[in-house]
């Protein structure tokens, strides 16, 4: 039974259209995350949140928006969508916000392929 | 330079064989957590240390947060160990090790 569930699993999208993302957590966490991840970059974190209402951005942080509606749900928006979007995202979500990685637990990914 | 620093990039290992990984941090953490990203792209997480050193099974970690790095041991390697493995420092990831287990 998984704790962190991702839609779509896989996508393709046109360059310019939006695209969301989502991701919703059943481990009552207060911080969720997303990352994309590339090869030769490991994984590198886009947006987060502390809680409902919350979202803070992350190293890269440009050509996406975030929205925490809930404690079980964070997206990530892609408002103008580009080809060099183009990776595996990935969310996370982890314990309270003193333990910032403490307990995380991920999604399987979403392919998004933009073309 | 990057929070997380992983090594080695790359590790060939025989089956039954042992090795370390190491991941070092440009600052002080208040704990590491290790992952392991197998074949279908799932990341699984490994261990979560505060300080010191956890074990489970053939696996054993140890972080020290004053000296900022910590270590990940496997021992009596099995095909399906292979995979990537990942350390974070807090919300920082490093670009990880891939580990290759051969029979």
């Avoid at chain 2, 620093?5 to 953490?29: H, I, K």
Wanted: proline share 4%; hydrophobic share 30%.
């Amino acid at each position: 039974e998984a704790a962190v569930t991702q839609s779509p699993r896989n996508k393709v999208a046109v360059t310019g259209g939006k695209v969301t993302l989502s991701c919703n957590q059943t481990n009552n966490h207060n911080n969720m995350y997303w990352y994309r991840q590339d090869t030769g970059h490991g994984l590198r974190l886009i947006h987060y949140s502390y809680g409902a209402g919350s979202t803070e951005k992350g190293d890269i942080p440009d050509g996406y928006k975030a929205s925490r509606p809930s404690q079980e749900n964070f997206s990530l928006i892609l408002e103008l969508a580009t080809p060099s979007q183009t990776s595996v995202y990935f969310c996370a979500s982890g314990g309270p916000r003193d333990k910032t990685n403490s307990d995380y637990t991920f999604g399987s990914g979403t392919r998004l392929l933009v073309i | 330079g990057m929070p997380v620093e992983q090594n080695p990039p790359a590790l060939s290992l025989y089956e039954g064989a042992e090795s370390g990984l190491r991941c070092n941090f440009s600052t002080t953490m208040k704990g590491v957590q290790w992952f392991q990203q197998n074949h279908r792209g799932r990341l699984i997480t490994l261990f979560y240390l505060a300080q010191g050193t956890k074990e489970n099974g053939r696996l054993k970690s140890t972080f020290n947060s004053k000296e900022r790095y910590s270590t990940l041991h496997i021992k009596d390697a099995q095909l399906e160990d292979s995979g990537t493995y990942f350390c974070a420092g807090r919300i920082f990831f490093g670009d990880g090790t891939q580990l290759v287990v051969k029979p």
